[in-house]
């Protein structure tokens, strides 16, 4: 009966750090994959927002000073 026991007990341990692993990695890579995606996409909006703003502020000093074109 021990002998069966222990062999359950390994398993299960087995099973319990399989488990915890898995679990570990699919939370790294999901936070690693949202970090990413977030930082993409903010990197995206910031340079779209700076280009739209640069061509704005452009855009206001040539309708002020025309001369300058």
Sequence with gaps: LSFFYSIYANVWLVGCLSDWFVGWLVGWLVNWFVGWLVGFMCTELVSFMCKELVGWLVGLQFIQN????
Excluded: G, T, V
């Excluded at 025309?66 to 074109?69: A, L």
């Design 66 to 69: 025309p001369s300058n074109c």
